[in-house]
């Protein structure tokens, strides 16, 4: 496919909500309200939004500019802007590290189908906090049922996918993002209005500084990273179908501030809930499918059809961000193979959706059946979350912010964030700096603490 003929994104808004769908997951949804829950509440939260404008915000515009001036899939774009060199492992790691989140990443997206099901059918009605947990544990370890909700995850991906950019991810992020935002309105209306919530909001919104160690720096830098979907070329891949009008850097402050605010009202849907019935919701990744159903039965008891429509309503929520991440990963393999292999965009998606059910699968039976059977101490689930998180996505962060602040030529990468001249951009110079220097060492910082050779 030449240049001329490469697809693009439409309108502006389908730009912001499909890189906003990209980067909204489970991570905002699951893991920031965890990990405010364990550093601080609202000093954490102060922390983590200076993160996102010193470390994700100038890799979020580098991504772009890779892939909107390469207008490549990523594995391509770092050899169409520093041919002949060892930088085109940049690209090929984004494309690893997509397609092996996307295969294990499915499995706890299945899990959301299993409780929307769950929800639907009033199976949380009347179940002790012991139910639960045996419930999930009972779930998860059975060899059949996840395995059949991680099919019809990814056969939901791909059945986007196929249709294309502008007919399938664009028009697929303008139903499933306003919807989004609609449930959690709804929901955070729902949770704050509870008593006792008052607990929750505060925690939320008054900051205790006493708690703010290194841990804290750390693990918002992490958070912040992770959340934005950085390093896994889903966003180098949807700024090749960006137009030569796209301003990269408002586009990446939108989709910033999306991000973070869905990960905020997340908060204030769970913590409110979960002080109103005297649980801190610090519980890891039981969070979502073991603590927060019992908290919604505790929350609501007194008016159980509010119970009813709580859980529904915030389990379809979490299967929706769940699909905008598989989608964003599934499009950085798929446009891989179309182009480097040239198959058709329909072949393409095929062997990404049936490669990644072969090693979903594998990865949802190490949670059971084949728990036993490890390699480095884990299991494939473990493995694969293991060497991606902690070892790829940083890695991945940081070449990125290399290649853009020392490598690429600055008269490049002033072209792609001003649109050849015609956009202001007094803040440029810090940009460069931040990608030279700060980004960098924080990045190594994360990436180091991750492996647990800093003992914090």
């Given at each position: 496919m030449s240049k001329k003929e490469r697809a693009n994104f439409g309108s502006k808004l389908g730009v912001i909500l499909a890189s906003a769908g990209s980067a909204i997951g489970l991570?905002?949804?699951?893991?920031?309200p965890y990990e405010t829950g364990n550093h601080g509440g609202a000093a954490f939260i102060l922390i983590y939004l200076a993160c996102i404008l010193l470390l994700g915000l100038p890799i979020m515009i580098s991504e772009f500019l890779i892939g909107r001036h390469s207008r490549s899939n990523t594995a391509r774009a770092y050899q169409v802007l520093a041919p002949g060199t060892q930088w085109k492992w940049v690209g090929r790691i984004g494309v690893g590290t997509g397609f092996l989140i996307l295969s294990y990443y499915s499995v706890v997206a299945g899990w959301t189908f299993e409780y929307v099901f769950e929800a639907v059918t009033n199976k949380f009605a009347g179940k002790t906090s012991d139910e639960f947990i045996q419930s999930?544990?009972?779930?998860s370890s059975n060899p059949w049922k996840p395995v059949l909700w991680l099919v019809a995850f990814l056969l939901s991906t791909h059945f986007i996918i196929v249709k294309g950019v502008e007919k399938g991810i664009e028009r697929s992020s303008k139903i499933m993002m306003p919807t989004l935002f609609i449930l959690i309105i709804i929901l955070v209306g729902c949770s704050i209005t509870l008593p006792g919530a008052d607990k929750g909001?505060?925690?939320l919104?008054?900051?205790d500084f006493s708690k703010v160690d290194s841990s804290v720096f750390l693990g918002a830098m992490g958070q912040a990273f992770f959340s934005m979907s950085l390093g896994m070329g889903c966003l180098c891949t949807y700024a090749s179908y960006f137009s030569k009008e796209t301003n990269l850097t408002k586009t990446?402050?939108?989709?910033g501030l999306i991000d973070t605010l869905v990960?905020?009202?997340a908060g204030f849907i769970i913590f409110p809930a979960a002080f109103a019935v005297g649980i801190n919701p610090d519980a890891g990744p039981s969070l979502i499918f073991i603590t927060l159903p019992n908290v919604f039965q505790q929350a609501f008891s007194g008016v159980p059809v509010l119970a009813y429509l709580f859980s529904v309503l915030f389990y379809i929520l979490l299967a929706v961000a769940a699909l905008t991440s598989t989608i964003s990963m599934h499009e950085v393999v798929t446009a891989y193979l179309h182009e480097e292999f040239k198959f058709t965009r329909s072949r393409a998606a095929q062997i990404v959706t049936g490669s990644c059910i072969i090693l979903g699968i594998f990865c949802s039976l190490s949670l059971g059946p084949t728990q036993d059977y490890t390699l480095f101490g884990m299991g494939t689930f473990d493995l694969f979350d293991f060497v991606t998180t902690k070892i790829m996505l940083p890695l991945g962060g940081m070449l990125i912010a290399i290649f853009t602040g020392w490598y690429l030529d600055k008269k490049i990468v002033?072209?792609?964030?001003?649109?050849d001249g015609t956009l202001k951009m007094p803040l440029y110079k810090a940009f460069i700096f931040l990608l030279r220097f700060i980004a960098?060492?924080?990045i190594t910082l994360v990436f180091i603490d991750e492996l647990g050779l800093l003992g914090t």
């Open positions: 991570g905002n949804i699951w893991r920031f999930f544990q009972a779930f909001i505060e925690f919104l008054k900051p990446a402050f939108s989709v990960a905020i009202l002033w072209e792609e964030v001003t649109n960098p060492i924080a």
